[in-house]
């Protein structure tokens, strides 16, 4: 007998065994029992009908009676006393998982060649049944064991406080991202690569500035953090100068690194057409500078929300 009769069998046998030795379910309601039911069919039909799970309606199905199972389980979780969820339903929640690894295991075997669509949907549906599946059990292992919400928390009660705060949570974004982060980010960036522009054009300002640009870039945040506070006083605008000031060397030093790795061939073919420096800058010396900025880009992203 293959792994997945063995969890069919065990899941119905589990189930009576609920029925048995435990008054939970009834005590419930209708709904839940009905829900708790609807597996129950779903693996009788897997087992008795192999064809069930070859067919896509039959997939489906089984999916959706194995999602039911889950909820009737998070219903006696949440309904019952406390300490006084029965042993029984801790074993139809274990073959419920072995169900559920069943169905992420035929989902995965199937060809998503034929239909673009359908293989997207599919592709995607495999890693939210898992995601799912590690949800449904920590919720019902810190519900049913009563673990302190300050150590761990269930991720139902996550969900109601992240809801009860978005308002506070859209300010914060407001002001750190919207605000800090996008502006500092904006103009670290921009004034790196004009400044770059300049050294490469002023050699005066390559020995003048660049070794305090590796003066600056070398001093830590919490050193830097307090100065812009008292500068720009508690509002975005000192967190934007921090920002500022984390992303303008890195694009700066990435940005002359790109200008000079033109090929000299390249110049002297520039020359050759009688270009001035400008021309040089826009038509050659900048576009191979590209993947050098964009690394640059790549790196400040995550700077601007470290200094913001």
């Known amino acids: 007998m ?7 069998w065990l899941f119905i046998i589990c189930f009576a065994t609920q029925f048995l030795f435990s008054r939970d379910w009834m005590s419930l ?54 300490g006084t969820t029965s042993w029984g339903i801790w074993l139809y929640v274990v073959t419920l998982l072995g169900l559920m690894w069943e169905v992420m295991g035929f989902w995965s075997r199937v060809e998503t060649q034929l239909n673009k669509k359908t293989g997207i949907v599919i592709n995607l549906l ?17 519900i049913g064991f009563e673990v302190p919400q300050v150590l761990l928390p269930a991720p139902s009660l996550i969900g109601v406080a992240f809801v009860n705060s978005l308002e506070m949570l859209w300010a914060d974004f407001q002001q750190t991202f919207l605000k800090a982060v996008l502006a500092g980010f904006f103009m670290g960036c921009v004034s790196g690569i004009v400044v770059a522009v300049l050294v490469d054009k002023v050699p005066f300002l390559q020995r003048g500035l660049l070794p305090l ?14 100065i812009m506070v008292m500068w720009f006083g508690f509002d975005w605008q000192s967190k934007a100068a921090v920002v ?21 061939m390249e110049l002297d073919l520039m020359h050759s ?3 001035d420096y400008w ?26 929300l470290i200094g913001a």
């Open 2 to 8: 293959k792994i997945s009769g063995i969890f069919y």
């Open 29 to 82: 309601g209708d709904k839940t029992v009905l829900f708790a039911l609807m597996p129950l069919i779903g693996a009788a039909a897997a087992l008795f009908r192999k064809g069930v799970t070859v067919l896509m309606p039959g997939k489906i199905v089984i999916t959706l009676m194995v999602a039911s199972g889950c909820i009737a389980t998070l219903n006696s979780v949440h309904s019952a006393d406390s």
């Open 126 to 142: 495999v890693p939210l049944l898992f995601g799912g599946m590690l949800l449904y059990l920590w919720e019902m292992m810190t």
């Open 213 to 226: 640009g590796n003066l600056a870039s070398a001093l830590p945040i919490v050193g830097v953090a307090p």
């Open 244 to 264: 500022v000031m984390m992303t303008f060397f890195p694009m700066l030093v990435n940005t002359l690194t790109g200008l000079k790795s033109t090929d000299r």
């Open 273 to 275: 057409y009688a270009a």
């Open 279 to 304: 021309q040089m800058l826009i038509k050659v010396r900048l576009p191979n500078a590209l993947p050098f900025i964009f690394n640059a880009l790549k790196i400040n992203s995550t700077l601007a």
